[in-house]
């Protein structure tokens, strides 16, 4: 049931829409089948009347030949005058006087003819002898009798006179009648010309002994039919006119309680939801009636809103928990650099000078690097880039980095070191993470330096009495710590000289894309570090800072940056002893 009252509802604007149209077409269907039945109903009822008119004449003209008539007759009715014509009739009857029966019969026709102008709305009639030598262009009139608009008087005339015919369809009524294609009478559609009264042609033929001695013309005025048919007409399309318009007035209404109400309705609760972000108190679906497409609209509107507010908590819990998260990430930011080392610490040292800068990529990064002494005389350098980056990336670096510095102060060659730790590491790492290392333990006595690469960058070296510069050397080195647990990490040795600097770097540096894709890349590190050899370990890590940057555009940072430059001053008199030893 409910579907059916839906599907009314659904229909409900077509099927007065369609009401309203079927009206208007009906009025104009209905205007043309009544404008051409009373059309034709004209047109039979005057070709009754003129059959009656010409059966009338006919009855009163059985033997007349009217080509006799036209020899002898039309002389002899001026010999006549006023005397009694049914003397005459009988008196020619009983002589067997052929020319005055002819004549008298014609005379018993235009006494018929004025009488049937004078009752009925015959305008004009009359009888005449087509001329087929001339193509039925030609007509000899015999009688011709025309009446005026309010039959104040009758102008009858005996002719014996030649006329044009007046139209081509006129000319070939006459040829059919007068060949007998037709015994049938023909009626001519009717004229109406201005200022006369609309009339109606009929054409019938007359016989004697079978054969056709004359046509029959008889033009009756169809005025008062006209006008009637014509108020009619008008009186049909002023209901048609009324009904459509009462129809449009129901439809205007409808639409207006049923439509435009209703979706001004929907319009004011999206204006006033756009506004004031809350929810009314009654649904919207529940006022604005039964029209499928509205309440679906509606029903979309109250879904919409509530969508929205559950949309505007959950993002309010959100922005609440973004900043939570923020705060927290904040804290983890100051507290990873918290535990970096400071330069200052170290302020006291007049072997070494050593300067660093991280910069993640993210709130928190997985790049650390740390500067700490083992003894009094050896210094750890180190260098390392957890696997992914953020908050665990951050985790996993602040376990190696404890673990790298607890292992390394306990003294040992760095690939010992590396190799405890990877132990240790991969104990637990549920997540597969690893991390690439760079250590590096200094002799401040004697220059010599003992590392272990495990996978990271090879540093670059300065050797401060040479001419090359800044070199990147590939050196000794083997997997990432925890990325292939179980290899055997290898250590190398070199020695610095006083002046002799260790550029240490992430990837972060070498792999900075510009816009176009391209990589920052080992070629520029060298050209940037040698571009001036004098410069501070402060001074140098902010110049290839800004190089990176200046290459990188406005492309995201694409991993962190962490730099550790490092220059050995060092004691050159303990360093010749221990050399001459």
């Given at each position: 049931m409910k579907s059916v009252v839906s599907y009314i509802h659904r229909l409900s604007v077509r099927l007065i829409a369609s009401i309203v149209l079927f009206i208007a077409i009906l009025g104009v269907v209905s205007g043309f089948f009544v404008y051409h039945v009373l059309t034709q109903s004209m047109m039979r009822e005057n070709a009754i009347f003129a059959d009656q008119i010409t059966d009338t004449i006919i009855d009163a003209a059985w033997s007349t030949d009217f080509q006799k008539f036209m020899d002898i007759g039309l002389e002899r009715i001026t010999e006549v005058g006023s005397q009694d014509r049914d003397d005459l009739m009988e008196k020619a009857l009983e002589e067997g006087d052929q020319e005055a029966l002819i004549?008298?019969?014609?005379?018993?026709?235009?006494?018929c003819i004025t009488s049937q102008i004078m009752m009925g709305d015959v305008r004009e009639l009359g009888i005449y002898i087509p001329r087929p030598e001339t193509g039925y262009t030609e007509k000899t009139l015999i009688i011709e009798c025309k009446a005026g608009q309010n039959k104040e008087a009758v102008d009858f005339h005996l002719l014996k006179d030649t006329k044009e015919e007046d139209s081509d369809e006129v000319r070939d009524t006459v040829k059919r009648i007068w060949t007998r294609e037709t015994e049938d009478g023909v009626v001519l559609d009717y004229t109406d010309k201005e200022g006369e009264d609309s009339t109606i042609a009929v054409y019938k033929g007359l016989y004697n002994e079978g054969e056709v001695t004359g046509i029959l013309l008889v033009k009756r005025s169809v005025q008062r039919t006209?006008?009637?048919?014509?108020?009619?007409l008008v009186g049909l399309v002023i209901v048609e006119v009324v009904m459509l318009l009462f129809g449009i007035l129901?439809?205007?209404?409808?639409l207006r309680f049923r439509v435009v109400k209703p979706v001004d309705k929907v319009t004011k609760e999206a204006d006033r939801f756009s506004q004031e972000n809350t929810m009314s108190e009654r649904k919207l679906a529940d006022d604005v009636g039964n029209v499928t497409e509205i309440r679906i609209l509606a029903e979309s509107i109250d879904q919409m809103e509530e969508n929205t507010m559950r949309n505007i908590e959950k993002i309010t819990r959100m922005s609440r928990e973004s900043e939570r998260i923020d705060t927290e990430l904040s804290l983890a930011a100051n507290l990873q650099a918290s535990v970096l080392p400071k330069k200052e610490k170290l302020a006291g040292r007049k072997e070494f000078d050593v300067s660093a800068l991280m910069k993640p990529a993210r709130e928190v990064g997985g790049d650390f690097y740390d500067f700490f002494m083992v003894d009094d005389t050896h210094l750890a350098l180190?260098?390392?880039?957890?696997s992914d980056k953020g908050i665990g990336s951050a985790f996993f670096m602040a376990s190696s980095k404890t673990l790298l510095k607890a292992r390394a102060s306990m003294g040992g060659k760095p690939e010992e070191i590396v190799t405890f730790v990877e132990e240790k590491l991969s104990e637990e790492n549920e997540m597969g993470m690893f991390v690439s290392v760079w250590l590096g333990i200094v002799d401040l006595t004697t220059g010599e330096v003992q590392a272990c690469n495990a996978g990271h960058n090879y540093p670059g070296i300065l050797h401060k009495d040479t001419e090359e510069g800044y070199l990147i050397e590939k050196t000794e080195h083997g997997p990432p710590i925890c990325f292939?647990?179980?290899i055997v990490h290898k250590g190398y040795s070199f020695r610095l000289c006083p002046g002799d600097r260790i550029f240490?770097?992430?990837?972060?540096?070498?792999?900075?894309?510009?816009?176009?894709g391209e990589r920052f890349g080992n070629d520029r590190l060298i050209r940037v570090l040698n571009d001036d050899r004098e410069v501070g370990n402060e001074s140098l890590i902010i110049r290839v800072k800004a190089a990176v940057d200046h290459f990188a555009g406005e492309e995201p940072q694409y991993d962190d940056i962490t730099m550790v430059s490092f220059q050995f001053l060092g004691n050159i008199s303990e360093i010749c002893r221990n050399i001459s030893i």
């Open positions: 004549f008298l019969t014609l005379d018993n026709i235009t006494k006209v006008e009637t048919r014509n108020r009619y129901i439809l205007a209404l409808y180190m260098i390392a880039d957890v292939l647990p179980g240490l770097y992430t990837d972060g540096v070498t792999e900075a894309k510009n816009p176009e």
